[in-house]
C-alpha cells in the first residue's frame, strides 16, 4: 500500500474511533453513567473553562467535579458533533434548573483516542434585539 493511502486509511479510522468514542461519552453523560462519561480522558488531560478562567486537571477530578455540581442537569441535547483528525466540537444544550445552557465543547485528541484537552463554553440564552429583525429569521 502506498504511504498517502495508509495514511488516510489510519485518518478515517482514527476519526471512526474518535466518533464511537464521542458517542459513548455523550450517552453516558445524558444518561448520568459517569465512569462511562470519563473514560473518554487522558490521565494527563485538561478541561479550561475560560468563562470562569478555571483549568480541570485530569479525569478524575473532571469526574468529582461534575459529580458534585449541585444543579445537576436536568436534560441534554446534542445539536451537532463536527471535526476532523484530532478536533472536534460537540454544540449542544444542558437544562439547569429549568433553564438551557448552550454549550460549545472543543476536545483534542491523541492517537489513542483519548482526550488530551478539552475546552467548554457556556452561555444563557438572549432576547434578540429588534433592530436585527429584518435580517435574520428565528429558529
Not at 36 to 65: F, M, V, W
Not at 85 to 97: A, D, F, Q, R
Request: aromatic share 10%.
Amino acid at each position: 500500500m502506498e504511504p498517502k493511502l495508509q495514511r488516510e486509511n489510519s485518518t478515517r479510522d482514527l476519526e471512526a474511533q474518535i466518533r464511537a468514542a464521542l458517542d459513548r461519552h455523550w450517552q453516558a453523560s445524558a444518561s448520568g453513567d459517569v465512569d462511562t462519561e470519563h473514560e473518554i480522558y487522558a490521565e494527563d488531560s485538561i478541561c479550561d473553562y475560560p468563562q470562569s478562567g478555571e483549568r480541570i486537571l485530569g479525569p478524575a477530578n473532571l469526574k468529582a467535579l461534575r459529580s458534585h455540581h449541585p444543579g445537576k442537569p436536568s436534560g441534554f441535547k446534542i445539536k451537532r458533533i463536527v471535526g476532523s483528525g484530532n478536533v472536534w466540537v460537540t454544540e449542544y444544550t444542558i437544562e439547569y434548573k429549568g433553564q438551557s445552557a448552550f454549550t460549545v465543547s472543543i476536545m483534542e485528541f491523541r492517537d489513542d483516542a483519548k482526550v488530551v484537552h478539552e475546552t467548554q463554553y457556556f452561555t444563557d440564552p438572549f432576547e434578540a434585539p429588534a433592530w436585527r429583525k429584518q435580517w435574520v429569521v428565528s429558529v
